[in-house]
């Protein structure tokens, strides 16, 4: 097989989420916009051959970096990595205080083995939805007066609720939900008077743009196929005259 063939070879769809991986990096990195995104994620699940599927990501990559190739080889599918997730160490933050007022922890931190926070008049939110671990098993220490805090865990990760509620509560609802292999567990304790902690389970947003672009790539598929099956779109042949 010649150089000059690749480009006419029929992509498959493991080759299409390749493409599409390299684009969702370069939306989070900021060198697309949405509209760019999603223009180019529509071409990459319309694109039938590597030569309708390399000009997608051929400009992205930064000076000085390779730009990526489609691979012809087929590569192991990424695990969930929750053993890259748990890192050990102290934990970027142990405790947080809002006095008639607010806090947050979200994003990339990492969560250490006993996570104390207080909310007296005022909020608090705990996101461990893109967070690190420090061990395998964290706990959450939460005191409620008068105010709140929600804390909330990706999916395939284990709660366990142990607080005590005076004229307050705790939320159980995320509780008896198995969790993944090699997953954290996160164990909610404190105390809430007059006040409450929430437990909810959300996907972070590169998983509902996941999902959202393998609702499109569906959809483009239906299109297609469509069209395929449309007597109108089919060329008549020389034999039906």
């Not at 990559?61 to 192991?76: D, F, I, R, Y």
């Not at 990492?110 to 420090?134: K, M, Q, S, Y």
């Not at 607080?163 to 509780?175: C, K, Q, S, T």
């Amino acid at each position: 097989m010649t150089d000059d063939a690749v480009p006419d070879l029929r992509a498959s769809d493991a080759d299409r989420e390749r493409v599409a991986d390299i684009l969702r990096d370069a939306l989070a990195e900021g060198r697309l916009d949405m509209g760019e995104f999603e223009e180019r994620l529509d071409a990459t699940y319309r694109a039938r051959t590597y030569g309708e599927l390399a000009p997608i990501t051929r400009d992205l990559p930064a000076e000085g970096v390779t730009a990526p190739a489609v691979s012809l080889h087929k590569e192991p599918a990424a695990g969930p990595g929750w053993r890259g997730r748990i890192v050990g160490g102290e934990g970027s933050s142990t405790w947080a205080v809002a006095v008639m007022s607010g806090f947050q922890r979200k994003g990339r931190w990492t969560v250490p083995r006993r996570f104390t926070c207080v909310a007296f008049w005022g909020g608090g939110e705990i996101d461990l939805r893109e967070a690190n671990f420090a061990d395998r098993e964290v706990e959450i220490n939460a005191i409620a007066v008068m105010g709140g805090v929600d804390v909330i865990v990706p999916p395939g990760v284990e709660v366990v609720v142990r607080g005590i509620g005076i004229m307050g509560g705790f939320d159980h609802r995320e509780e008896g939900v198995p969790g993944e292999p090699g997953a954290p567990r996160v164990i909610v304790t404190g105390f809430a008077f007059w006040g409450g902690v929430g437990v909810q389970r959300k996907l972070t947003r590169a998983e509902k743009l996941r999902i959202r672009e393998g609702r499109r790539r569906e959809k483009l598929e239906r299109k297609e196929g469509g069209r395929e099956l449309d007597p109108s779109r089919r060329r008549d042949s020389p034999w039906e005259h």
